[in-house]
């Protein structure tokens, strides 16, 4: 797949039920995307560090037409027609952070939908398991996809999401309540503290 913006924009989307089966029906990535989006099939990541269970934070890239500069969890996306979701996971992984080497790789929510509020005019609306995944390197990351990353620990994370401070995806914000409670991320602890002055200052850069 060509790497560049053009390219990216008109990759196919697979339009699904509300069950997450394809209706037969796809569409242009960006043009399919509009005040009336369809529900459509995607993905959403978490990628962690083996060695410590970080969870990589990703910022979206300034220039992408929808949500650009928030902070999010590490890698999503959308499966192109006919192609599993974690063949798109790893796809996504390698085309957006360079990342080639994912891990233990598991869908921990399998049905999610979510529909955000209009950016610009455009409003996501997809059909979006939730995978885990696991990394041993730091990413390089596609600068047209994502401006910047960080590494942080699952309750560092946990508390950016709940600073309305912060200029975190309202998915991720979304998302959190189906994780939280599971087994995986129950494991990872929670932070009693409020994320430091510092913390805020590093999300909001």
Not at 97 to 116: K, N, S
Not at 141 to 160: A, C, G, K
Request: charged share 25%.
């Amino acid at each position: 797949m060509d790497g560049t913006p053009a390219a990216t924009e008109t990759e196919q989307i697979v339009f699904v039920t509300e069950d997450g089966e394809p209706t037969g029906e796809t569409g242009d990535k960006l043009a399919s995307h509009h005040d009336r989006t369809k529900l459509h099939l995607a993905f959403s990541c978490y990628v962690f560090r083996r060695s410590d269970n970080a969870l990589l934070m990703t910022r979206r890239a300034l220039t992408k037409k929808v949500w650009p500069g928030v902070w999010t969890n590490s890698v999503c996306g959308h499966p192109l027609p006919g192609e599993a979701l974690e063949d798109a996971v790893v796809r996504r992984a390698e085309f957006e952070l360079g990342m080639t080497g994912l891990t233990a790789l598991e869908c921990v929510v399998p049905r999610y939908i979510y529909r955000t509020p209009p950016f610009n005019g455009i409003i996501e609306h997809e059909f979006c398991p939730i995978f885990v995944a696991y990394a041993d390197a730091d990413p390089e990351p596609n600068p047209i996809e994502v401006d910047s990353f960080q590494w942080r620990t699952w309750p560092e994370y946990t508390h950016l999401l709940h600073d309305e401070r912060q200029n975190m995806s309202y998915w991720a914000k979304d998302q959190y309540p189906y994780l939280e409670h599971l087994p995986y991320f129950a494991s990872l602890g929670r932070s009693t503290t409020p994320a430091s002055d510092e913390d805020r200052a590093a999300s909001t850069t």
